[in-house]
């Protein structure tokens, strides 16, 4: 591109690179995951806060690695870049293609998701006539299109609509969850079981828990879900200001605070509601944390936080946008998909056409979730995906220095080669551990059908990216052999 064409343009400061980072973990896997893992894994029981805390170890040490390589290559595209730059182009691709296309499907599955607690909104204002049209398949499917493609328009208008619109929805969550926080702490299991008696005439058998060491792995394989996100903040390089400080800054920023909402949250929830009556609940219909809390609170505060929970999936969708479109850009700019994808809009400074495509995706997984029947598919995918990216991204910290010692140079934190191998070795032990569980938990699972296993459907997806790859790759070196050199430099600013 000449100099006069449209480019990304650094507009995003260090709140609207934090918002993008939580916006993109807090949502569904806050409000919903935590408690429908009692239909998921059953016999997790009382442990899901365990689980936890523990899932949040390898996402630490890929939160990290990602600090260490966005210092060193601020630019669009992050996991790509840095894996293609550090490693190989393949593996750079692979790596960002996994997270592309899991990221892209879940998506659609959170626009799905997203229905149902606007349906019990209707219900707690005692508009049933409302709530079951939102039942309806046809029109479930409709209203989460509409969701979908409303964020995708956001994002095509540029970053200052995009601020305008994640910032205003980041505050608004953060309230509300506070609202369920302060609700959860200030209640206790007794209050909810007189409550339940009182408004359906039911109780509650606390049966014990038993422990399983299976059940545990696979609980915090899927839980590892909920930090997934920050990755979107490193796929916004090439539009942050002042990107060698605020990236890892906002990347450290994201995950600390959004660790300690989850924890506070989670506990605040099962401190008030008996796991025993969640798993329960969850076998015949989606639960969510304003769901479960509205037993024990006024009517017109459980209306507040069903709304709530409504808004904190909503904030996920323009953030995650931003993000897979990020990487389509990327590739673009690098030649591995058609470099019409990379073009930017004149007036809005936004990559459109990697926008577009990757809502074209996103719609898959609103019509994949409808008819599998469980949304717990297109999760699965997203963790199999994310888990392979953040693995590669540890390997990257790993190999930088013997494979590009130039760009290596760059890095402004954590300096220490040891620290960074460290880092990254422990990275690769606990995520590959990770990965095995949750592979062994979903080819163990008794499903209707083979397409219904996340990890054939990951496979299959990745072999497709992989033959692509090899024949663009080919074609690249034959008809423009000097891009080669292009995949050992940072692209241009």
Known sequence: MSQTSPHLSRQLGLLGLTATGICSMIGASIYVVPFMIQRNIPGIGPYVLPAFLFAAIPALFAAFAYIVLASAMPRAGGSYLYASRAIQPYWGFIASFSQWFGLSIVIGVIAYVVVPFFRDVFLALGWEEVAKVLEIGGIRVSISLLILWFFTWINIRGITSYEKTLIPLMTLMFLLGGVVIVA????????????????????????????????????????????????????????????????????????????????????????????????????????????????????????????????????????MILSVSRLVYSWSADGLFPRSLARIHPKFHSPYPAILLSSGVSTLGILGSHFAGDFF?????????????????CLALVLFPRINPKLHQKIKVFPSQKLQQTIGWLGIVFLSFFLIMHTRKDLVSELSAWYFHSTWIWMIVMSLASLYFLFRWKKIKTDQPELIQKFTELPKD
């Open 184 to 319: 959860g702490l200030m209640l206790d299991q007794q209050d909810f079981i007189m409550a339940l008696t009182q408004k359906e005439n039911r109780t509650v058998d606390l049966i014990p828990a038993t422990w399983n060491w299976s059940t545990f792995f696979s609980a915090a394989a899927l839980l590892f879900s909920s930090f997934i996100g920050f990755d979107a903040i490193a796929q916004a390089g090439g539009e942050a200001k002042n990107p060698q400080r605020n990236l890892p800054k906002a990347i450290g920023l994201a995950i600390l605070g959004v660790g300690l909402f989850y924890f506070s949250f989670t506990y605040a929830v099962y401190h008030t509601v008996p796991w025993q009556f969640v798993a329960e609940e969850s076998q015949t219909k989606d639960v969510s944390a304003a769901g479960l809390l509205s037993y024990v609170l006024p009517s017109w505060v459980g209306i507040i936080i069903l709304l709530g929970a409504a808004i904190a999936l909503l904030n996920d969708l323009p953030a």
């Open 377 to 393: 598919l297109g999760i699965d995918i997203m963790v199999t995906s994310m888990m392979v990216n953040f693995l590669l991204m």
